[in-house]
Nanobody, 124 residues
Framework: VQLQASGGGLVQAGASLRLSCVAS????????MGWFRQAPGKERDFVAA????????WYADSVKGRFTISRDNAKNTVILQMNSLKPEDTAVYFC??????????????????WGQGTQVTVSS
């Protein structure tokens, strides 16, 4: 499956952004979907994930309460709504799709397909 992420940008601290990721495949709903981020010189970190039917979600502690992940299987789309952004949220954000089990959703290695990334920059 091919993934196309969009929605990044430059915002001030406290603002919101909405990232979208569109999948090319009709069987998109067989994938667990995740968002990861990578700041310069750092590893790719887990941000959020959502189960195949959208019934379960997982978040990194650093974004819990500020970010919300959702999916629309009819539109092959996963959304990451980011509120109350902080400068430390600055990174390239990647969406990912995987046929993975729920215990592995926080690990990049569990995902077989990745989008190209979208830059999010939060100024103080």
């Amino acid at each position: 499956v091919q993934l196309q992420a969009s929605g990044g940008g430059l915002v001030q601290a406290g603002a919101s952004l909405r990232l979208s990721c569109v999948a090319s495949e009709r069987t998109y709903n067989k994938y667990v979907m995740g968002w990861f981020r990578q700041a310069p010189g750092k590893e790719r970190d887990f941000v959020a994930a959502i189960s195949r039917n959208g019934g379960s979600t997982w978040y990194a502690d650093s974004v819990k309460g500020r970010f919300t992940i959702s999916r629309d299987n009819a539109k092959n789309t996963v959304i990451l709504q980011m509120n109350s952004l902080k400068p430390e949220d600055t990174a390239v954000y990647f969406c990912a799709a995987g046929t993975t089990i729920v215990s592995q959703v926080r690990y990049p290695s569990a995902y077989q397909n990745w989008g190209q990334g979208t830059q999010v920059t939060v100024s103080s």
